[in-house]
DNA sequence: GGTAGACCTGGACGC
DNA sequence: GCGTCCAGGTCTACC
């Protein structure tokens, strides 16, 4: 028997819904089980891997059940992991703000988006999201998990930077984001990359974004979602979903260019809450279309979620 | 500052 | 089952 740990939660902390409101949580090496309403997520700690089920068991509390017993210093990781993945340093009154803002979100509770438990792991899955259909992307995180990461964690900075170009290109079919995704790697290895900088809210918006926008593979859709991923949401990360959503949602007609400019007009009431407005209107649109979020396995989501289909 | 073309993978489609 | 086409965001070279 592992160790236990209850975990605080802001009290309008919803597991099922708050998981279940960002692609990443069916990306391996997350799991959720859409029968029980767990995520299962190894984590990588001072002592190795270890894997934690995540659980709701009342207004305010999760319990982490893990696989082994953690150490002290292992129990403030974990925990310093799980808030950062589920955002429970975002407390009501940042919920309660967004909905002042934003009230069709009221009703749901919608606030929070999922994230990864470090921020290497949110800036590489942003990665294997560019360029690719969504299939690609669960394959991409799903080989590297297998091939890199311990006991299947999601590699470290570490393991990837030392990983050679092929490997990646091969085993975990990255295509040419093979040297980009090392290079990556190799900054955050280095320390090159301040997340205390880029998350401090004294940080400046716009030098955040040109900051990543200088990162190996990172454009201007990658930076404006890696800025999500910070908990910085003035800007939006425009692809070609957004502008698909502009046309089948909004109803907003004209060539790609100008859908854009309209979509930068029409979310700027929401101000620095951009990023939520938008992404909640779209992931209703994905709930209308392919059913609740908790329901959504990782592998029918592989095939489930192709362009064709929306 | 704007734009064309290359990059790689996997799904869709035609035969 | 095989071959071909296409979608997807970033980067480089060029105007």
């Excluded at 859409?34 to 891997?49: A, N, Q, S, Y």
């Excluded at 040419?176 to 301040?194: C, M, N, S, T, W």
């Excluded at 700027?268 to 959504?296: H, I, N, V």
Aim: a positive charge; aromatic letters at 10%; one cysteine or more.
């Amino acid at each position: 028997m592992g160790s236990r740990l209850t975990i605080s939660t802001p009290n309008d902390y919803d597991l099922v819904r708050d998981v279940c409101s960002y692609g990443y949580f069916v990306l391996a090496p997350n799991h959720w089980d859409t029968k029980k309403h767990t995520l299962t997520r190894p984590l990588h700690l001072e002592e190795g891997p270890a894997t934690a089920v995540i659980t709701q068991t009342g207004k305010g509390k999760l319990r982490a059940s893990f696989d082994r017993i953690l150490s002290r210093e292992e129990q403030a990781q974990a925990r310093a992991q799980i808030t950062r993945m589920l955002r429970l340093d975002e407390d009501e009154s940042h919920s309660k703000q967004f909905h002042g803002v934003d009230p069709r979100w009221k009703k749901s509770g919608r606030a929070r988006l999922f994230r990864s438990p470090t921020l290497f792991e949110d800036v590489i899955k942003t990665v294997t999201s560019c360029n690719v259909a969504w299939p690609s992307t669960v394959n991409m995180n799903k080989q590297m998990a297998r091939h890199l990461g311990q006991k299947g964690c999601f590699p470290t900075a570490a393991r990837v930077s030392r990983t050679r170009v092929g490997t990646l290109r091969g085993r975990c079919r990255v295509g040419y984001r093979d040297q980009r995704i090392v290079d990556l790697a190799k900054l955050f290895h280095k320390g090159e990359i301040d997340e205390a900088w880029l998350t401090d809210r004294s940080t400046d918006d716009d030098d955040v974004f040109t900051f990543l926008k200088s990162l190996p593979g990172i454009g201007p859709y990658a930076a404006g979602n890696i800025m999500m991923l910070l908990g910085r949401y003035s800007r939006l990360a425009i692809d070609t979903e957004t502008v698909r959503h502009g046309k089948a949602a909004l109803g907003l007609k004209g060539t790609d260019r100008q859908i854009i400019k309209k979509l930068e007009k029409h979310y700027e009431p929401f101000g620095e809450f951009k990023f939520k407005s938008y992404w909640f209107e779209l992931w209703t649109f994905y709930e209308d279309y392919q059913g609740p979020s908790e329901t959504w396995d990782r592998e029918e989501t592989a095939t489930a979620f192709t362009a064709a289909n929306f």
